[in-house]
């Protein structure tokens, strides 16, 4: 009868012949891992910067409510409130967008400087690993006998 070959001992040999180096793996994982915690961390900051600046126009907007909704005497002093607060309502808008127009910069610059270093930093851990393989590989072959 005819023999079945063993591929599990087949590629377990295979696979010890040619080692493979799990801290560049490691490395890999660390160095996404703190991308992903300088990536939250600018999008934190910009959440809670944008939270701010909503809640300050929206205190600005109640308060400015507050004043024309109050009771006049006159007819024309209704129609000069709701004129105030309408140019008021437009000045606040525009600088409340301006500064989330800012926050939104800031987050542009910031990310786009992490992902420069983050570029960077992956070139050099896959070249490190890269140099790690070949040189595991090579000696790997010279032990191979053919």
Known sequence: ????????????DMMSAFPVDASAMQQAFKTSAALGEKMTKVALEAAEKSAEIQSKWTKDMIAKMGEMSKAKEEPA?????VSDF?????????????????????????????????G????????????????????AAKKTPL
């Open 77 to 81: 002093e209704y129609t000069k409130a």
């Open 1 to 12: 009868m005819a023999k079945t070959q063993d591929y599990t001992k087949m590629m377990q």
């Open 86 to 118: 309408a140019s008021a309502s437009a000045e606040m808008s525009a600088e409340h967008l301006a500064a989330f127009a800012e926050v939104a910069k800031k987050v542009q610059m910031e990310t786009v400087e992490l992902m420069l270093a983050a």
């Open 120 to 139: 960077k930093d992956f070139s050099e851990d896959a070249t490190s690993a890269a140099k790690k393989a070949t040189s595991g590989a090579a000696g």
